[in-house]
């Protein structure tokens, strides 16, 4: 369990002992002191780390054990890798279907939950019974989670909380080919085959877009069409080279060499 909470205190539990409900800051000048009284205290010595800013606030970032949410990547996987197998989609340069193959592969499983304040929120409910029992259940709206929660508890929910993590940037993304043609929301029951933008336009022919971002994006949205739309979303994938600076770097606006 994590001693500290959301808001950068220590949380009060056994585990904190006297430091509970102190600032994080705070805590550790205690501890400090606490030692000293203690006589457990030897030296104290300057010592070179790395430390993570938020890039917004400037604010310190404590890593945090939080319970997130995973995508099951293996056979969404094996569909991607499928397609350019046999075919459905080719990437050019050829040379890119080796990256293609080692990434997809050896995939693990992707944590697709963000503790952000902006991006699609994930589609999870926590509910509660009368008697405390709880359950997580996936659904489009509060009202099927509902209905799906009292199925699995046996009655009403007293509680229905939607989870407030977003999505990975890179999940909502990898559904564009769909979500941009009006998936899901055009269609009743979601299905495919009555949008005529989807049935115009999808999959799409072209992609042409940065080597960098094969894994990352092209083959994200390989995998997500695969699952949902049971096809390839492009016919041919065009990988362009990287415009770098003096030092090999590719052009950030975090970096500052754009």
């Known amino acids: 369990d994590t001693v500290i909470d959301t808001s950068g205190s220590m ?22 002191l606490w030692l000293r009284e203690q006589g457990l ?19 310190i970032i404590e890593p945090l054990l939080l319970p997130q949410w995973f995508v099951s990547c293996k056979p ?3 569909r991607a890798m499928a397609f350019v197998e046999g075919g459905e989609m080719d990437i ?6 080796a990256e293609w193959f080692r990434w997809l592969s050896g995939i693990e499983d992707w944590c697709v939950s963000r503790q952000l304040w902006w991006g699609h929120r994930v589609p ?19 009202l099927e989670a509902r209905s ?37 929301d055009a269609q009743p029951e979601h299905s495919l ?34 699952h949902f739309a049971n096809q390839a979303p492009f016919s041919k994938v065009y990988l362009h080279a990287m415009v770098r600076d003096a030092h090999g770097r ?7 060499n754009v």
């Not at 009060?12 to 550790?28: E, I």
């Not at 205290?41 to 604010?59: F, K, N, Q, V, W």
């Not at 933008?197 to 997500?224: C, K, N, Y």
Request: with cysteine; net charge neutral.
């Open 41 to 59: 205290h030897i030296a104290t010595e300057a010592h070179a780390m790395r430390l993570a800013r938020c890039s917004r606030s400037g604010d």
């Open 193 to 226: 085959a009555i949008s005529s933008d989807i049935a115009r336009f999808f999959p799409q022919s072209v992609l042409e877009t940065g080597h960098d971002i094969l894994f990352f994006w092209v083959a994200r949205m390989a995998m997500l069409c695969g």
């Open 11 to 32: 949380v009060t539990s056994p585990l904190t002992g006297r430091f509970g409900g102190l600032d994080r800051f705070d805590a550790r000048s205690a501890v400090r």
């Open 250 to 256: 590719k052009m950030s606006k975090s970096l500052g």
């Open 124 to 142: 999870a409910y926590r509910a509660v019974s009368a008697s405390g029992n709880e359950v997580w259940v996936a659904a489009r709206s509060a």
């Open 92 to 97: 050019l340069p050829a040379g890119q279907r």
């Open 148 to 184: 799906k929660a009292a199925a699995m508890l046996g009655s009403d929910p007293v509680e229905l909380v939607r989870d407030e993590d977003v999505l990975d940037t890179w999940f909502s993304s990898g559904l564009l080919p769909l979500s941009a043609l009006g998936w899901p």
């Open 76 to 78: 969404l996987a094996e």
